[in-house]
């Protein structure tokens, strides 16, 4: 039997224990190919360089390994991967992360692992963004490397609905205290944020991002709950942003063209 | 009558024609308040700024009015306008645009944009972005200004669900050739992409995007199929990813944690 060729990509950086982690997991299921980025990239989104070239080099973290470092952001990584190194040639998977932090409920707008694996999806392969709820870069992977195994498993055996991936995240527990897996809707949560104000050493005024998370979507039903409970949460999700129910709702907005008040105004 | 407080973003930078065009329309329905990023951010999706300072300052680019600029992405520009700049007010409507080049369909994956659009969604505020057809720095801007305004007219009266976004693009046409507005889902098109190769001064290899746009996907519900012909389209959108129909599908993945083979892998 042919091994499926598994691209790993991260958004905290080639060197990130993370993507080590991932690695050591997708190398038991089949051929690997790594190409990340060459610096962390948190908080990135779906961004991608258009206005600036892209450099990409072979890289020496993984030993023995298939491995390349890459300036653009996560979603770049993806691209060059199957266009330049693949020369279009489809990996049978691709598996982002593990990311250092959840990207559980709206998180997975700001993410650059979720980002990466919803770039793979739209070019039709199969992929899963894995996030472990510890920010330490120290933290143990294990537990959360023994379910990207499973996962990655079940995904390249029963394949997945086109255009889908998976948003896994992990709870911050032993193996043995984690419940298992759920499947789950995005909790609909919020970040409330603040700015910090301050000087730099010129005088100059600045500010930095900083926030709490904040959950009014307690729902059994949504990733949030699953962690809070001790589950493996996974969320099929897709690129598809159509808001169907207010669809119908806004039907009106189609009507109003011809008003005479409008071209008043 | 209160006037409604419009707040004004974009991803091309405050110096664009599209954003003047914007603010425009705005002036015409309420108070007008400012923040723009202070250079070009396209396809910086919904990157945010985390692991760097931010700074905002007054700018000039639109005399008489309340107009900021700032060294972030969209997304940022929108938290720093709600959170410093208002300290926690809401405005009553958040537009963001008029984007030079089209955001229909998957775009709005990849848009600045659309992504500033999507923030102030997040924080309960009603949103929309707007595209124009035309890449052209001197396009011609008159039409899309008059549907801005209407459809603005329309979500200030009607007001919209929670979460919701609208993705409006604009058809590059006189405005007698219109034919008025569509509202629709997200088309389903692909961007198929190529990397130019080439090497920088210095001998060194470099990479640079560059694609098309694969519209497979042409279903007369669809925002290309109603760009096509002639009318502006109208997608409401939220930020809710999940595959809703993967989700039972996938429900398989809820029952192999247990699986003994996985162990022995």
Not at 2 to 10: C, E
Not at 59 to 80: H, I, M, Q, W
Not at 189 to 197: C, H, N, T
Request: charged content about 20%; overall charge negative; some cysteine.
């Amino acid at each position: 039997m042919k091994k499926p060729l598994i691209l790993v990509t991260n958004d905290d950086g080639i060197t990130a224990p993370g993507i080590r982690a991932l690695v050591e997991a997708a190398q038991l299921m089949g051929d690997v190919l790594i190409v990340a980025p060459d610096s962390p990239q948190s908080g990135m989104g779906h961004a991608i360089t258009i206005n600036a070239p892209i450099r990409l080099h072979p890289s020496r973290a993984f030993e023995g390994l298939n491995a390349y470092e890459c300036s653009g952001t996560p979603v770049d990584c993806v691209k060059l991967a199957v266009k330049v190194l693949l020369k279009g040639r489809q990996p049978d998977l691709c598996v982002s992360g593990i990311n250092h932090g959840s990207n559980a409920s709206i998180n997975i707008i700001y993410s650059g692992t979720l980002s990466a694996a919803m770039e793979a999806s739209l070019e039709g392969i199969p992929s899963i963004g894995f996030s472990l709820l510890d920010y330490a870069y120290d933290a143990d992977f294990e537990p959360a490397k023994y379910f990207a195994l499973q996962i990655m498993q079940y995904v390249l055996k029963q394949s997945m609905p086109y255009g889908n991936l998976l948003n896994v995240n992990i709870p911050r527990r032993p193996l043995e205290a984690i419940q298992g897996i759920k499947l789950c809707r995005q909790a609909d949560a919020r970040w409330v944020e603040e700015f910090v104000e301050a000087e730099d050493p010129r005088g100059q005024k600045y500010y930095w991002l900083t926030g709490r998370f904040e959950n009014n979507d307690l729902a059994p039903d949504t990733d949030l709950w699953a962690l809070e409970q001790g589950y493996v949460s996974v969320v099929p999700s897709m690129h598809d942003l159509t808001n169907y129910k207010a669809l119908e709702m806004m039907r009106g907005l189609e009507y109003m063209q011809s008003s005479p008040q409008i071209a008043a105004v």
